[in-house]
């Protein structure tokens, strides 16, 4: 089965642009998670989606940070407008649904450099 | 919520020794524990995980222990290669579908 895939791989922008990356989960996967990993420390749960809908956004900074999965398929993370400390990887990750407990994957990730 | 501390920090061990990582959690409802492997530059990689039904679970040259009185559970290595260096996180979670809290890492180093 095809992994979870991400793009861009690269990103470098200014402080104060915007950026967006993209997941595309393993397929019949209802959970996905979008990560952020500042490089030296373990990943940080920005925000979770069971299908279309969000299930834990509480460490988001939502006041530039935005993510969707409409259709609950693909998803993208949105950072508007980007700060230094927002340089990090961006890990999305995906797993199925059910009672039983799943194991996550991981997708390559986004490496973000804000300058 | 939930808050998982991780040590060492860093581990050097030779080759053929074993290797033991430590993490404890905060949260009691916390009942799966996986343990996760990330080489340089990779993404992270499931290489291990226990509920919290069980004690200790074994896979080949990898063990996981649990206590749940004290809340905290161990990564064991036997036998460490080369390959095996690389970082290790352990996470926790409260069930299926909900979010995993990560542990700072290891980087564990395996010297030939």
């Known amino acids: 089965e095809a992994g979870v895939a991400q793009s861009p791989r690269y990103k470098i922008i200014e402080k104060r642009q915007s950026v967006a990356f993209w997941c595309n989960p393993i397929?019949?996967?209802?959970?996905l998670y979008w990560y952020q990993q500042i490089l030296g420390q373990g990943p940080k749960l920005l925000i979770q989606?069971?299908?279309?809908?969000?299930?834990?956004d509480s460490q988001l900074p939502k006041d530039r940070f935005s993510a969707e999965r409409l259709k609950g398929v693909d998803s993208t993370l949105k950072i508007q407008p980007a700060k230094l400390e927002d340089s990090a990887v961006y890990l999305c990750?995906?797993?199925?649904?059910?009672?039983?407990?799943?194991?996550?994957?991981f997708g390559p990730g986004t490496r973000l450099t804000v300058l | 919520g939930e808050n998982v501390e991780q040590h060492p920090s860093t581990l050097s061990v030779q080759e053929g020794d074993s290797a033991v990582i430590k993490c404890t959690y905060s949260?009691?409802?916390?009942?799966?524990f996986p343990w996760y492997k990330q080489e340089l530059g990779k993404r992270p990689q499931l290489i291990i995980d226990?509920?919290?039904?069980?004690g200790e679970k074994k896979d080949q040259r990898i063990a996981v222990t649990l206590n749940k009185t004290a809340k905290h559970f161990s990564l064991h290595i036997t036998e460490t290669q080369p390959e095996d260096s690389a970082v290790y996180f352990c996470?926790?979670?409260?069930?299926?579908?909900?979010?995993?809290?990560f542990g700072p890492g290891t980087r564990l180093s395996v010297l030939p």
């Open positions: 990750a995906s797993s199925r649904q059910g009672r039983t407990y799943n194991e996550q994957f």
């Open positions: 397929s019949g996967h209802a959970t």
């Open positions: 989606f069971q299908n279309n809908g969000v299930v834990d």
């Open positions: 949260d009691s409802a916390s009942n799966y």
């Open positions: 226990i509920r919290s039904n069980v």
């Open positions: 996470a926790a979670s409260g069930g299926a579908g909900q979010n995993f809290v």
